[in-house]
């Protein structure tokens, strides 16, 4: 009986036995698989990183060089060279998305998607995994600092269009733009402010928009106008039939006769010529045919030239400042976001234009003297010496050479040279006849380029005001200056008129200097907030709308954009 009792004994124990040994083998088994997995997500994250930190020292990534490479390096190791975009969360994926967003949309501020690696990131947010997805990472932030630059600066060699850069946007560092875009809580909102907040650029994107939309055969295009001279209102002429197809008239509704230029056809075309600042007096001339010839492809081609340059203008200006655009010749004295003064003013003819820059008001000179600018001096008054040797005298110019008054009745000018003359002084004093007015604002530029009165008062009335040799000329110019002094302590009105009636030239420094900001927007609002399409009077539009292609600057979008649906950021 004893016997049985240890047999069942030894099969309990037995049993015993193997089970604890599976056991152990099982938790063996699952603490190795533990120890795999542990190893792994060691060795990733340091795949990663060395993966990132590889790349970024080599400047580059397969077959893409970074933009930016010490500014991207400097912002991984600041964060442990660890991915900052890609994550294996659901809130990194939505950020992902949300960057690939706003890049995808970027043709609605006039750029190129394609500049922006969008077509390389969604096919790398389906393709990469594990380590690789450091790849993904890099990609996306050379995308921003590629955006980011392109969205505060001039993105092309602004000697190639006439500028330069010392007088625009410096652009963001590519440090700077990462930290601020990964420092948000909403990345696609802080992508969103690197744009102009202007109600302009607001407005340009949405025209924009609207123009990609409209067939190419908008109504009206397709009857290009023709005129020699002038057509009044009352008469007959065969141009009338395209000016009415163009004003969207039919040719049988026309009483009498589709040639014939009546009331009717009249208002419609004083309302064009108003909603395109032009004088609204009906009559059909050179400005209005042009303005009226615009196509469809001219219109996006001046809104992406216009949104360019609006990225140009530092966006954080200070609470007083002075802005003129030159196409529009307007000018707005702006306090505290608020226009206290708007004028219009003479501006350059194509021929001498006006230059494009920024700078401060420093002071007016009231009561000034005049000295003949090179311009002038070389293609209107030494022509004039060599056929009238006393032309400067009657005019009352002095000519000063080597510090000397000198008559100029005793110079042979034919057998001067242009660099003899050029050194030679010509200076008109303080007076009536001074084409300075009574006023000059003081403005430092190597352009020679200032603000000041004029003697040519009927200018003003003009709906073209490109006339002057390059300055601008202020319709009110007392007004303006006064807004320029009044910070100064003891200036006031009665002390200004005291020192115009002495008549004698007087420099008041101003205590704040103001800044003037020259602009070049061919498109503008009008008092009711609407789209104005004005003339590219200097062809700046189509110098700089060729310089964006040669970079693969532009793209039209690849299907019509909703007005309701597509992203205007």
Aim: net charge positive; aromatic share 8%; proline share 5%.
């Amino acid at each position: 009986m004893l016997r049985w009792h240890q047999y069942i004994l030894s099969i309990i124990i037995l049993i015993g036995l193997f089970c604890v040994s599976s056991i152990a083998a099982a938790q063996g088994k699952t603490l190795q698989s533990e120890i795999d997995q542990n190893s792994l997500s060691v060795e990733s994250p340091t795949l990663i990183s060395a993966g990132i930190m590889s790349a970024l020292e080599g400047g580059s990534l397969n077959n893409l060089k970074f933009y930016d490479a010490p500014g991207m390096k400097a912002f991984y190791e600041s964060r442990g060279s660890e991915p900052v975009w890609i994550q294996n969360s659901f809130f990194g994926q939505k950020k992902t998305k949300a960057i690939l967003s706003v890049l995808e949309n970027s043709w609605t501020h006039g750029l190129n998607p394609n500049q922006y690696h969008t077509n390389e990131i969604r096919q790398l947010m389906d393709e990469a995994k594990g380590a690789d997805r450091f790849q993904l990472d890099l990609v996306i932030s050379d995308a921003l600092v590629r955006y980011g630059r392109d969205m505060s600066a001039m993105r092309v060699n602004p000697k190639r269009i006439g500028q330069r850069s010392r007088y625009w946007r410096t652009p963001l560092r590519g440090i700077d733009i990462l930290d601020y875009v990964a420092g948000s809580s909403d990345v696609k909102s802080a992508m969103q402010n690197m744009a102009p907040k202007g109600k302009l650029y607001k407005k340009l994107q949405e025209e924009l928009n609207r123009l990609y939309q409209t067939p190419a055969t908008e109504k009206g295009e397709s009857f290009k106008v023709n005129v020699k001279g002038l057509i009044r209102p009352g008469a007959n002429n065969k141009a009338v039939l395209r000016i009415r197809n163009r004003m969207g008239y039919k040719a049988e509704s026309a009483p009498q006769g589709a040639y014939y230029y009546d009331d009717e056809l009249a208002r419609a075309v004083m309302a064009f010529q108003k909603s395109h600042s032009l004088k609204p007096d009906g009559i059909v001339g050179r400005q209005t045919v042009k303005l009226m010839n615009i196509t469809r492809e001219d219109k996006i081609n001046q809104v992406l030239a216009n949104l360019e340059r609006l990225r140009w203008v530092e966006q954080s200006k200070p609470n007083r400042y002075i802005m003129v655009n030159v196409p529009s010749a307007t000018l707005w004295a702006v306090e505290n976001e608020k226009v206290k003064i708007e004028m219009p003013v003479v501006v350059g003819r194509p021929k001498r234009p006006t230059n494009i820059f920024s700078t401060q008001v420093t002071g007016i000179r009231y009561n000034p003297t005049w000295t003949v600018p090179p311009t002038i001096k070389r293609d209107d008054y030494l022509p004039k010496l060599r056929e009238n040797p006393y032309y400067l005298s009657d005019r009352g110019i002095e000519l000063v050479e080597d510090g000397m008054t000198v008559d100029p009745g005793e110079i042979d000018w034919n057998s001067k040279t242009w660099s003899e003359v050029n050194a030679m002084r010509m200076i008109q004093g303080s007076g009536r006849g001074n084409p300075l007015g009574q006023v000059r604002f003081l403005m430092n530029n190597p352009f020679n380029i200032y603000l000041h009165d004029t003697t040519t008062k009927s200018y003003f009335k003009r709906s073209n005001r490109a006339l002057s040799s390059g300055c601008i000329r202020l319709e009110k110019p007392i007004e303006l200056a006064d807004f320029v002094l009044s910070p100064n302590p003891d200036w006031s009105s009665s002390k200004r008129d005291s020192i115009l009636q002495r008549g004698k030239l007087r420099e008041i420094r101003a205590q704040e200097p103001l800044p003037v900001y020259i602009l070049y927007q061919t498109v503008w609002l009008g008092e009711r907030n609407q789209i104005i399409y004005g003339a590219d009077i200097y062809g700046h539009d189509t110098r700089l709308i060729k310089a964006l292609l040669e970079i693969d600057g532009v793209a039209v979008p690849t299907a019509p954009k909703s007005t309701k649906t597509a992203q205007i950021n």
